[in-house]
């Protein structure tokens, strides 16, 4: 909760994907409605408990996830529901954990979304496309990498929006902005990242007006404290190597498998 009102305080907006989170974020100080509910999976209960804790902003993942969205959407009063679509491009890059891209279950696959212009259509009045949302992956290793990341998701976006005679107001360009978290090595130089995304920027012709949203990930955390814990046991084992047992667990090292152990 610490971490969160700080980041709330120097301009972040929580992007969420439980009830616990979202219990969380509504400690921060910051409206609900600048929430974004994102994760596949979302059941009726987290649905509506977002929904009635003033949540109006989602990113949906399928159909399915859509269809559940619009049914429940409809019993709530005056709601003004933003859906971003979270698309799972054609195209791939390299990431620490490849999210985007290549088979995966998040996201809608482009050529499905293109397709769907006419169940867009059909939703209730409460419910509006607001954009697109594209999560390429984590630790992407680069200042290259990631302008070949954001310019791959606009260029998506862009087909999309085309494709499906709509201007959105939000493109999500994800992040997955690397950090040598507990690994040895300093934080990246992005010192560059505004200008090279000019011209990306400057090129769109259906998403021009559009926001962009950033995600940082660890990335504005992960610098910024010590993790500190007891040894409680030193085995050798028959090779030789030695295992240090701690009183910490798997859970204050989160993100094991997007660093490849």
């Known amino acids: ?10 301009g972040c907006r ?15 100080g910051c409206p609900a409605d600048q929430f974004l509910y994102s994760g596949q999976g979302k ?6 408990g977002a929904l009635a804790a003033g949540v109006r902003q989602f990113s949906v993942e399928s159909w399915g996830d859509l269809a559940r969205l619009n049914q429940l959407s409809l019993g709530v009063p005056d709601a003004q529901v933003r ?8 195209t791939g890059i390299q990431a620490g954990l490849a999210m985007s891209g290549s088979a995966t279950q998040f996201g809608f696959e482009e050529e499905d979304v293109a397709a769907g212009r006419e169940q867009l259509q059909r939703l209730n009045p409460n419910l509006s496309v607001h954009g697109f949302h594209v999560y390429y992956g984590t630790q992407i290793p680069t200042e290259d990498s990631l302008v070949e990341s954001f310019t791959a998701a606009i260029q998506c976006c862009e087909r999309l929006s085309q494709a499906l005679n709509i201007r959105p107001r939000v493109l999500d360009l994800g992040g997955g902005f690397p950090w040598p978290y507990a690994s040895a090595g300093v934080g990246a130089d ?51 190597q030695i295992f240090v047992v701690m ?15």
């Open 1 to 10: 909760p610490a971490l969160l009102k700080a980041s709330v305080a120097a």
């Open 14 to 28: 929580p992007e969420i994907c439980s009830l616990g989170e979202l219990a969380v974020a509504l400690t921060s």
């Open 43 to 48: 059941s009726a209960e987290e649905i509506n």
């Open 83 to 90: 859906v971003l679509l979270r698309v799972n491009p054609a």
């Open 190 to 240: 992005f010192s560059n990242l505004a200008h090279r995304l000019e011209p990306v920027l400057a090129a769109r012709q259906f998403t021009s007006t559009a926001e962009l949203w950033f995600e940082s990930g660890r990335y504005i955390t992960a610098a910024c404290g010590t993790w500190v814990s007891r040894v409680l046991d030193v085995k050798t084992a028959k090779d030789g």
């Open 247 to 261: 009183d910490s667990g798997i859970n204050h090292l989160g993100g094991m498998a997007g660093l490849g152990r």
